[in-house]
C-alpha cells in the first residue's frame, strides 16, 4: 500500500509538467491481479469523443531521443526501435536523480511480469499445453539473439557501459518495461513513452476505452475517450490483442477480453490430386496453402470453414460453389468432414494441457497463488473456454448430419443449426488476420526481431 501511495503521488506530479493538459484524469489506487496498483480515472464526467489528455510532443520519448543521447545514442542508431529505447531506459536509470525523465522514469516498474522473463521451468510447468508457450520460448530465444549482438559491443567500453547497468538481466527487463508501456502512434508511425500514459493506463479489448494517437496539428499525443465516462471510472486504452499476446508483451490479462481469441491453423492435403487446382483458387482470393484463422468463444470467421470445405471437397466441380463471403455449405459429406476435423481439433488441443478445466477451475480459486500461477492459470481458463465454446458449437451442427434429433424431437436444418452463434461471424473479405492490423506495435521494425511482427495474411503458418 505503503508503494501504491508513493506511485499515486508520482503520477500526480507528472500532471504538473509544463503543456501537458489533464484536466478529466485522476489518479487513484486499485486491487490488481498482484497487489495495488495505480491507475487513470475521469476526474468528472466525461462526454463521448472528448478528449481527456494532451501531451506536448517534447514529453514523449521516443526513438530520436535514443539516438541523440550522450551515452548510448550510437548503439542506438544502429539497432531496432524497441531495442534503442531499451538502452536508453538503462541509460536514464543510470543517471538517477540527474535524469531530466526521472518524474516519467520513476512511474515505469523496474519489470514486468512477461512469460519473456520467465525461467523455462516456469514456463514448462505454468505453461504446458497453452500456444502461448512455444511464442514464449521463440521470443525469449530471439531477445537472448538481440542481447548477444549487443554484449561485444558494450563489453567492449567499460567505462562508458559499466557491466552493473548494461547486463542481460537488466537488459532483459528493461526491454520488457519498454514492450509493455510504449505506445505506437500510427500517425507519427513510432512509439513512445508518453507520462500518465506510460505505466497508469491499462488496456482493454472491448473497442470502451480510450484511442490514442499523434496530432500534427496540435504537435502533441492525444487521448480521445471513446465513450462517456462517469468522474471516477477508470479509462482504459483501447488494444485489439488477444490475452496470449497481452500477456507475452504486458505481463498482464484482461478479464472478459471480447479481442480473446485463438489462432486456428488451416491448409491444403499436400497429397491431394487438386492442390494445384485448390492452391490457384486460394490464391486468387488472396490466401496461401496454410493459413491461420482467430476462432473466438462466441464467435469465429466464415472464412475458416470456407477454407476448409475447398481443402477437403473432393469433386472439382464443387470448387465453383466455394464461397469465401458466405456460409455455403457444398455437401453434407463435404460438411461432416469439416465439423469432424474441428472437433479433432479441439480434443487435440485440450489433450496437451496438463490440467482439466475442472481443475484450473479450482487452482483459480487458491488464495496462495503466485502471480505468475495466478495470471498463467487464468490464461489456460481463457484458452479453454474458447476450445470447449467451439466444440460446443461443432457439436450442435453434427448432430443433425448424424441425424441426431434436437430438442423438439425433429431433425433440424444443417443449413440453419448453430444460427445463433453464426449470426455473429464477423466478415473477413480478405484475408483472415487483417483483423490484426490494428496491431502495429507488433507489426513493424524491418531489423526488429522476427517476433515483433504478426504473420501478414497469405504468407502461410510460421
Same mark, same amino acid.
Not at 547486463?167 to 510504449?182: G, P, Y
Not at 490514442?212 to 500534427?216: C, E, I, R, S
Not at 490484426?436 to 495474411?457: N, T
Given at each position: 500500500m505503503a508503494q501504491a501511495l508513493a506511485l499515486a503521488d508520482r503520477f500526480k506530479g507528472l500532471k504538473e509538467l509544463p503543456g501537458l493538459k489533464a484536466d478529466a484524469c485522476g489518479v487513484q489506487r486499485m486491487t490488481g491481479d498482484v497487489g495495488e496498483r495505480v491507475a487513470i480515472v475521469a476526474a468528472r464526467d466525461v462526454r463521448d469523443k472528448e478528449t481527456v489528455m494532451v501531451i506536448p510532443e517534447n514529453l514523449a520519448v521516443t526513438r530520436v531521443d535514443a539516438e541523440s543521447h550522450p551515452v548510448v545514442g550510437p548503439l542506438a542508431a544502429e539497432a531496432s526501435e524497441l531495442t534503442a529505447l531499451t538502452l536508453w531506459l538503462l541509460a536514464e536509470r543510470a543517471a538517477g536523480a540527474g535524469s531530466n525523465y526521472a518524474g516519467l522514469l520513476a512511474t515505469l516498474p523496474e519489470s514486468t511480469l512477461s512469460p519473456l522473463l520467465w525461467s523455462d521451468a516456469e514456463l514448462e510447468e505454468l505453461m504446458a499445453g497453452s500456444p502461448v508457450l512455444p511464442e514464449a520460448r521463440s521470443r525469449k530465444k530471439a531477445l537472448a539473439d538481440t542481447w548477444a549482438a549487443l554484449a561485444p559491443k558494450l563489453a567492449a567500453d567499460p567505462a562508458r557501459f559499466p557491466a552493473a547497468v548494461y547486463?542481460?538481466?537488466?537488459?532483459?527487463?528493461?526491454?520488457?518495461?519498454?514492450?509493455?508501456?510504449?505506445a505506437f502512434l500510427p500517425a507519427a508511425n513510432c512509439f513512445a513513452l508518453l507520462p500518465l500514459v506510460s505505466g497508469a493506463m491499462a488496456r482493454t479489448g472491448n473497442g470502451n476505452g480510450c484511442d490514442?494517437?499523434?496530432?500534427?496539428e496540435l504537435n502533441a499525443v492525444v487521448v480521445t475517450a471513446v465513450r462517456p465516462y462517469r468522474a471516477g471510472s477508470e479509462m482504459l486504452l483501447n488494444d485489439g490483442r488477444p490475452n496470449g499476446e497481452l500477456l507475452l508483451a504486458t505481463g498482464t490479462l484482461q478479464d472478459n477480453n471480447s479481442s480473446d481469441f485463438l489462432s486456428w491453423p488451416a491448409g491444403l492435403v499436400p497429397a491431394d490430386r487438386y492442390y494445384m487446382m485448390k492452391s490457384q483458387v486460394l490464391e486468387s482470393m488472396g490466401y496461401s496453402a496454410a493459413e491461420e484463422f482467430p476462432v473466438y468463444a462466441d464467435r469465429m470467421p466464415i472464412q475458416l470453414l470456407a477454407y476448409l470445405r475447398l481443402s477437403r471437397v473432393a469433386?472439382?466441380? =464443387?470448387?465453383?460453389?466455394?464461397?469465401?463471403?458466405? $456460409?455455403? /455449405?457444398?455437401?453434407?459429406?463435404?460438411?461432416?468432414?469439416?465439423?469432424?476435423i474441428l472437433m479433432g481439433d479441439c480434443r487435440e488441443r485440450l489433450a496437451s494441457y496438463t490440467k482439466s478445466y475442472e481443475e484450473d477451475v479450482k487452482i483459480a480459486q487458491q488464495s496462495d497463488l503466485s502471480p505468475k500461477e495466478r495470471l498463467a492459470v487464468k490464461l489456460r481458463l481463457g484458452e479453454k473456454r474458447i476450445i470447449n465454446a467451439t466444440m460446443e458449437a461443432v457439436r450442435r451442427r453434427l448432430a443433425p448430419i448424424r441425424g441426431i434429433p434436437t430438442k423438439s424431437g425433429q431433425l433440424a436444418d444443417p443449413n440453419s443449426d448453430l444460427k445463433e452463434i453464426f449470426d455473429t461471424i464477423e466478415s473477413i473479405p480478405t484475408a483472415p488476420l487483417r483483423l490484426?492490423?490494428? =496491431?502495429?506495435?507488433?507489426?513493424?521494425?524491418?531489423? $526488429?526481431? /522476427?517476433?515483433?511482427?504478426?504473420?501478414?495474411?497469405g504468407q502461410g503458418r510460421k
Open positions: 547486463n542481460e538481466a537488466a537488459f532483459c527487463s528493461a526491454f520488457s518495461v519498454i514492450v509493455a508501456t510504449a490514442l494517437d499523434f496530432d500534427p469433386d472439382p466441380a =464443387l470448387l465453383a460453389k466455394c464461397t469465401f463471403e458466405a $456460409d455455403v /455449405e457444398l455437401s453434407q459429406m463435404n460438411e461432416y468432414e469439416i465439423l469432424q490484426m492490423q490494428g =496491431l502495429v506495435s507488433w507489426a513493424r521494425g524491418d531489423d $526488429d526481431p /522476427e517476433w515483433y511482427g504478426k504473420k501478414k495474411p
